[in-house]
Structures are given as structure tokens and as C-alpha cells.
């Protein structure tokens, strides 16, 4: 055989497996789940809140700040730490040095910008 097309056979089989269990575990569920709908159950359940009125509501968006937050030390984190493993390495030389301070001073006009918005303030104020 062929050790080109081997690698896609295998990634082939993986996939039509991973198929073949997903319509599998979808039988069992149909087959063997407990099917009682009443009115009760069959109503819009939304955060433990019953949904009355006419579900437009005005909402301060704080999640954007921790989003914004997020990535920018999830950002820093998948780009350091594979820098920092193969740093030993006598070819990344200077440039990439250069590179890493200009990530990094990017990153930190983020933090600052979080700092100044007063994101970075662990005090709850309630409004």
C-alpha cells in the first residue's frame, strides 16, 4: 500500500468511526430515553426566570469587558509559551526578540486600556 494514502485512510476511519458512534448514541437516546411531554415541560424555560412580558430588556453589557480581558491574556499566553520553550535556540537571534517586546507592548496598551476603563477593579458597584 501506498504510505502516501495510508495517513487519509486512517483519517478516514477515524471520522466514519466517530460518525457511526454519533448515530449510535442518537439510537440509544431515542430508544431508550423516557418520552412523557405535559404543558410544563414543553414551555420556554430561560434562567430559572418563567417568561412573561414582551422579552425585550435593557441590559448594561459588562461581559464585553471580560471578553476584551480574556483575550488578551489568552492571547499572550498561547503565543509566550512556545516562544519561551524553544528561546534555547541559537537561531531565533535578535529579530525575534524584536518581535516578542512589539507583542508585548501591544498586549500592554490592551491591559492599560482595560486599566483606564477600570475593568481591572475587583470592587462590585451596584446600579
Not at 3 to 9: E, K, P
Not at 60 to 83: E, H, N, S
Not at 85 to 99: F, H, K, P, Q, Y
Request: proline share 4%; aromatic share 12%.
Amino acid at each position: 500500500m501506498n504510505s502516501g494514502l495510508s495517513g487519509y485512510l486512517v483519517l478516514g476511519g477515524v471520522c466514519v468511526g466517530g460518525i457511526l458512534l454519533f448515530v449510535a448514541a442518537m439510537v440509544a437516546r431515542k430508544l431508550l430515553a423516557p418520552h412523557d411531554p405535559n404543558p410544563a415541560k414543553l414551555t420556554t424555560y430561560e434562567s430559572g426566570v418563567d417568561p412573561v412580558g414582551s422579552g425585550w430588556a435593557q441590559t448594561k453589557v459588562r461581559y464585553l469587558a471580560y471578553a476584551f480581558l480574556y483575550l488578551v491574556f489568552a492571547i499572550d499566553t498561547v503565543y509566550l509559551f512556545p516562544w519561551a520553550l524553544v528561546l534555547r535556540d541559537s537561531r531565533l537571534g535578535v529579530a525575534s526578540l524584536a518581535e516578542m517586546a512589539i507583542f508585548i507592548a501591544v498586549l500592554l496598551v490592551g491591559l492599560a486600556h482595560a486599566a483606564r476603563r477600570g475593568v481591572l477593579s475587583w470592587v462590585n458597584d451596584v446600579d
